[in-house]
């Protein structure tokens, strides 16, 4: 099993950036796919973004050129992070954002992180 813990959401003005962390522990090198997740009020859950364990990136058209992913593994092979750096953010971003890690006998989320974009 891998623990996912999401992190850095908050408020930020239309146009402005956030960087969403995932941190993955446990089984770390048993994940093949990190995805994003976002849903907003009254919305279904809709696929942002997603990472392969090789690095292969791919997003949905609306945060294509806006939305970017990179994935680090900390020193000691504890912990995988996956960071989605948003920019050019819009009102229409507004959402709980959740990350998913798949693994080829499983998957597991964390408890998500807010993100507000308003003047």
């Known amino acids: 099993q891998v623990r996912v813990v999401e992190s850095g959401g908050g408020l930020v003005q239309p146009g402005g950036s956030l960087r969403l962390s995932c941190a993955a522990s446990?089984?770390?090198?048993?994940?093949?796919?990190t995805d994003w997740y976002r849903q907003a009020p009254g919305k279904q859950r809709e696929l942002v973004a997603s990472i392969t364990s090789g690095g292969y990136t791919n997003y949905a058209d609306s945060v294509k050129g806006r939305f970017t992913l990179s994935r680090t593994i900390s020193r000691d092979n504890a912990k995988a992070t996956v960071y989605l750096q948003m920019n050019s953010l819009k009102p229409e971003d507004t959402a709980a954002y959740y990350c998913?890690?798949?693994?080829?006998?499983?998957?597991?989320w964390g408890q998500g992180t807010q993100v507000t974009v308003s003047s």
């Open positions: 446990g089984r770390i090198f048993s994940i093949n796919v």
């Open positions: 998913k890690t798949r693994r080829v006998d499983g998957s597991d």
